[in-house]
């Protein structure tokens, strides 16, 4: 994987070895850090003006908040939709083409001998929509991507919202008084039990989670079609967040307590115990929808938890996806849900990918639907 790296649409030589890449499920977010190249402050003329001469590949002074993109450079796979042969695997693995998209966070001066270089570290596009504050009232009814609209024409022009923008829901009305633009889109997002980032394009993404497969799996003994090898394999249980049994408490709309407890029966034979837990929300108005929280919460946590971590030396998975990891040693063969990858360079063409894995729950999304449905009727 050979990397281009642009700050402010300049060309950088880069490091390779030095390049870390970072992507988080949840939040969704995206850092970078690379070195590179200083001027080179001994040739002559950088003593005799105050322009100094920079060095070949090298860059003369890098600032904070200039924007950075970083890309698959100079190989002949232009698609982020490509998928090609890998002869050493046998396989097929989708490769994406545009890695990273934001802005210089901080820059880290350090020399070797007598050569200058700049560590820089980088965020997403995300960062900016933390610094940006919102005064908006929507009085009367509006879809989704019309108030998103509005608020990113008014406060944040360079970013395209007609794209990816998945919001036909209508909201009765919303007010943000002096809110920082990622907390308005935290709120629509909630209403509708949807998620959102800003890409690496500058577009944004608003949508209702849909968990794909990964374009290949993992395994100690890997099928050369179907997954690739990994190393460094960690596998963790733990048990201090369980929850097996759940007391919803609720309110009709005329006044009358509701409460509901839901217990989850394999948990407690696994375990030979109870672990309890209150949830309130006045809001809840019906037994069917106490019920609804009540079993979506003991989906997420009557059992113990799942954290893993394994390197390998391929790209092409992204955070969110569903992975199959294999480890005959353990005797596991299941999905997992990838929840943070971290790249970075063995050398100018080798990848090394970390990947951060938990729990994956299929029978949650259901149910958390269900729950955002019986609950949406009082924002519309």
Not at 307 to 319: A, E, F, M, P, S
Request: charged letters at 20%.
């Amino acid at each position: 994987m050979r990397t281009e790296i642009k700050i402010n649409d300049a060309i950088q030589t880069v490091i390779e070895k030095s390049l870390i890449l970072t992507s988080r499920l949840s939040p969704r977010k995206s850092t970078a850090q690379f070195d590179i190249e200083g001027e080179n402050i001994w040739a002559p003329a950088a003593l005799s003006t105050t322009k100094r001469t920079v060095a070949f590949g090298g860059f003369t002074n890098p600032k904070l908040w200039q924007s950075v993109a970083i890309n698959r450079g100079r190989t002949p796979f232009v698609n982020c939709a490509t998928t090609r042969k890998v002869v050493a695997l046998g396989g097929n693995a989708t490769y994406i083409d545009n890695y990273f998209g934001g802005y210089v966070m901080a820059v880290e001066h350090y020399t070797e001998a007598v050569r200058p270089f700049y560590r820089i570290f980088a965020s997403d596009y995300n960062a900016r929509a933390s610094k940006i504050l919102v005064t908006k009232t929507y009085a009367a009814p509006q879809t989704e991507q019309q108030i998103i609209d509005d608020i990113f024409s008014t406060y944040w022009t360079e970013i395209d919202t007609t794209t990816y923008v998945d919001g036909t829901n209508n909201i009765a009305s919303i007010d943000f008084p002096r809110v920082t633009l990622d907390k308005c889109l935290d709120q629509i997002a909630l209403m509708f039990s949807k998620e959102w980032y800003i890409g690496h394009d500058k577009k944004l993404h608003y949508f209702t989670p849909n968990i794909t497969d990964a374009p290949f799996g993992l395994s100690d003994a890997p099928y050369l079609t179907t997954r690739i090898p990994y190393s460094n394999f960690l596998y963790r249980e733990h048990i201090n967040d369980i929850i097996n049994r759940i007391t919803v408490i609720g309110r009709t709309a005329a006044g009358a307590d509701i409460v509901e407890v839901r217990t989850d029966a394999a948990s407690y034979a696994k375990y030979g115990d109870y672990f309890d837990s209150k949830y309130v929300d006045r809001n809840i108005d019906t037994v069917v929808w106490a019920q609804a929280v009540g079993d979506a919460i003991l989906a997420q946590d009557a059992d113990a938890k799942v954290y893993g971590q394994l390197t390998c030396t391929q790209d092409g998975l992204v955070v969110g996806q569903k992975v199959l990891i294999v480890n005959s040693i353990r005797n596991l063969n299941t999905y997992y849900l990838i929840q943070a990858i971290t790249l970075r360079m063995l050398g100018e063409l080798t990848p090394q990918v970390t990947i951060i894995y938990g729990d994956y729950t299929p029978e949650l999304v259901e149910l958390l639907l269900a729950v955002n449905e019986l609950s949406k009727k009082e924002d519309v």
